[in-house]
């Protein structure tokens, strides 16, 4: 192993020899040149990008501009739409407040026609019990006369058959009617 210490050795004294003067301004221009070359290479580089980047931004800006006016255009479109079914709906809320007084009127009508009608209906019914009455009093007096007729003629058969069918009705008789029944009746007990 020392036979291998000594090339290294000999390359560490080949490589430790001072620069000359020459050599390290030689060294320093192509650094500066290689510098500026990087540098200008750089430049060129960001101002490329920045020429593409502002290219982009107008391309973007036009776009932008482009999109603005249409959504502008949009914007218009709705209000006038909006605008237009406020007016409907305005339109639409006056109609139903107009039905909603109809119908509160019909309600009112419809009401007061329901208590005209059941009035009518009590009316129509009483009319009924009154005719009842009237009929089962005319039926009863008819009764009556054809009993006191049978009487007069001394048939007294007859006057049984009208005073059995006049019981069913004598209830509707009146105060003389019910007196005269009841003088007939003893006739036939």
Excluded: C
Excluded at 37 to 42: E, G, P, Y
Excluded at 99 to 120: F, G, I, N, Q, V
Aim: without cysteine; negative net charge.
């Amino acid at each position: 192993m020392p036979e291998l210490k000594q090339p290294q050795e000999a390359a560490k004294t080949t490589t430790e020899q001072p620069l000359t003067t020459k050599k390290k301004r030689a060294m320093l221009e192509y650094m500066a040149i290689m510098f500026a070359a990087a540098f200008l290479l750089v430049a060129i580089s960001l101002l490329i990008k920045v020429i593409d980047m502002k290219g982009e931004m107008e391309a973007a800006n036009t776009g932008a501009r482009e999109n603005i006016a249409l959504l502008q255009k949009d914007l218009d479109a709705a209000r006038a739409e909006s605008a237009e079914l406020q007016t409907q709906l305005d339109e639409a809320n006056t109609a139903s407040s107009e039905a909603a007084d109809k119908l509160s009127e019909a309600e009112t009508r419809l009401s007061e026609a329901e208590k005209a009608r059941e009035t009518l209906e009590k009316t129509l019914e009483s009319a009924q019990k009154e005719n009842d009455t009237l009929s089962r009093r005319a039926q009863a007096n008819e009764l009556l006369v054809s009993a006191q007729a049978a009487l007069e003629q001394g048939d007294y058969a007859a006057l049984r058959s009208h005073l059995e069918a006049l019981g069913a009705y004598a209830d509707a008789l009146k105060d003389d009617g019910a007196a005269l029944y009841e003088i007939l009746r003893s006739y036939i007990d």
